[in-house]
């Protein structure tokens, strides 16, 4: 975007007759270039949701479409919590650069007009979970030979990458009513299944095989103290599906021989 800008003066003006004229003069036109939109600084990421510990690779790519040579460049990133930056991941323009630090910065090469520059690093998201929501945008600065001022220097924000944490964590916990028993006694056995993540737990099949020197109480198994009196789960059997903090609890005996 530039912007122009040229005065006009109208005036008259008296000949030798007497007589009076009409006339105008325009000024010289000039210009200023915004180097915000001239200079385009574009952050994205190639997940928009993450699981607890998993990687996005963030890209931000600057171009040049100014009039003049951008210099002293330099690349910072901001991110909130919920997730931390790799180490060694960070590369420009394909080239890795592991010894970078994106939250620390480090400087790029001149960007000439019509040019531009690729910045890539890793975040990694914590595990266990934080956050809902992970928020990350970069900063880049840079100097310009301004024709009146002389070098001047700024520093221009990217967009910012909101990405979603999740976690898809479930537990099963065992417990048996018995810690000693003798051939013939019935052991029953207690699995509690709960989504201890933030996403809800669908198509859930139980099962267990049947410890070996025992068998299998046909028609024991219960599901949250209901009955399924053809349920085996040898061969499992389906539980309902279970929203964020919901459980299920599966109950079924066996007979030691």
Known sequence: MIIYNKSNVTFDYVLPDQSVKSGEQDSNKVQTEILTYAVSRVKSSDKTFLDEGENARQKIVVTNNSGTTLKQMNFRDQMGPGASYVAGSVAVNGVAQPTYDPYAGFALDDIAPGGSSTVEYSILSNAPKTNDVVTNSG???????????????????????????????????????????????????????????????????????????????????????????????????????????????VEFAVTVI
Do not use: C, H, M, W
Request: hydrophobic share 35%; charged share 15%.
């Open 139 to 249: 900063a880049v600065s840079y100097a310009v030979e301004d024709p009146v001022r002389g070098p001047v220097t700024y520093t221009e924000p990217t967009n910012e990458i909101a990405i979603a944490l999740i976690s898809s964590r479930l537990s099963v916990v065992k417990s048996v009513d018995k810690g000693y028993a003798t051939a013939g006694e019935k052991l029953r056995y207690t699995s509690v299944v709960t989504n201890t993540g933030s996403t809800e737990k669908t198509n859930l099949i139980f099962k267990d095989a049947i410890p070996a020197g025992t068998s299998f109480v046909n028609g024991s198994v219960k599901i949250d103290g209901v009955a399924y009196p053809s349920y085996n789960p040898a061969t499992g059997f389906p539980l309902n599906d279970l929203a964020a903090g919901q459980s299920a609890t």
